[in-house]
């Protein structure tokens, strides 16, 4: 007979609920039957159970952590042409997805280059790749942080709405350039910025460096600022390259019936 049978499995399944243990809810059974079966000693039972609800909890935290990043689905360094674009080094942006360093002390990556050139791409590997690392990303549009920003400013409630997204390690600010002149007339972005510095990692991308962040911000000053503070701590990649997807028309187009899979296109840059 199974010890199982002996003791009230509804009665463990009640405690472990309510102890939250769900990896354990999980596991226990067939663990237990195996541990009888090959007489574990109560001590490796008991490391066992402990382990599945370790592995248990980290695979729920990285769901989460997923589901409230908003990462563009289905964009990996895996799935990164570096090839693509010979400019930037593969090793220093392993080395940037591996995060630690420049997470912990709040630097920034900034990211230029044309549209279509992988910069979104780019930025949305590396949050998934420090995710699974453990850290909170939140990957946003800045037209739409910006808004939602202007509405917390409105309700005087900025603070607080900056302040809340001190829980994300690194914020990505997808498109700085198109902040509409609407939204550049408020200074909320600079304020997300100012609290930021040198605490909390920011990663964004535009099209221009620099030269039209004009637009995007209330006055010189302020753009000045703005980027000084940005740069500071920073690392900047710059990717000048012709637009990945014109670039594959292009290739499909001109190889008569060759598929523009990324192979060709690494073949010929
Ligand atoms: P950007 O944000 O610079 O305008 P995107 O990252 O949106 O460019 O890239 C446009 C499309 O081309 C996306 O579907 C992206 O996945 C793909 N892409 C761009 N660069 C690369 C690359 N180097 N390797 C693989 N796919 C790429
Ligand atoms: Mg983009």
Known sequence: MKTTDKIDAARIELL?????????RLVWAALAETADKEGWPAARFLAALAEQEMVERSRRRFE????????????????????A?????????????AGD??????????????????????AAAL???????????????????????????????????????????????DDL???????????????LISA???????????????????KVFPDQAMTLAAIDRLVHHSTILEMN???YRRKAAVEKARGAGRPATRATIKGTS
Request: net charge positive; glycine share 8%.
């Open 64 to 83: 989460r952590h997923l589901e409230e990043a908003r990462l563009p689905p289905g964009k990996t360094l895996d799935a990164f042409d570096f090839a």
């Open 16 to 24: 472990l609920g309510e102890l939250r243990l769900s990896g354990v």
């Open 127 to 173: 949050g998934l790749a420090l995710i699974e690392k453990g850290w909170r990303v939140l990957f946003a549009r800045t037209t739409d942080l910006v808004q939602k920003l202007q509405i917390a400013r409105r309700d005087l409630a900025l603070e607080a709405a900056i302040a809340k997204l001190d829980k994300y390690h690194l914020l990505i600010l």
């Open 177 to 191: 350039a198109y902040v509409t002149k609407d939204q550049a007339e408020t200074s909320v972005l600079f304020e």
């Open 196 to 214: 930021r510095y040198e605490r909390r990692s920011m990663l964004i991308t535009a099209n221009q460096p620099f030269g039209e962040w004009g």
């Open 241 to 243: 390259v012709d637009s």
């Open 101 to 122: 360093a420049w997470i912990d002390k709040g630097a920034n990556l900034l990211c230029f280059g044309p549209p279509g050139g992988g910069k979104s791409h780019l």
């Open 85 to 97: 674009v010979p400019m930037i080094s593969k090793a220093q942006v392993m080395a940037l997805a």
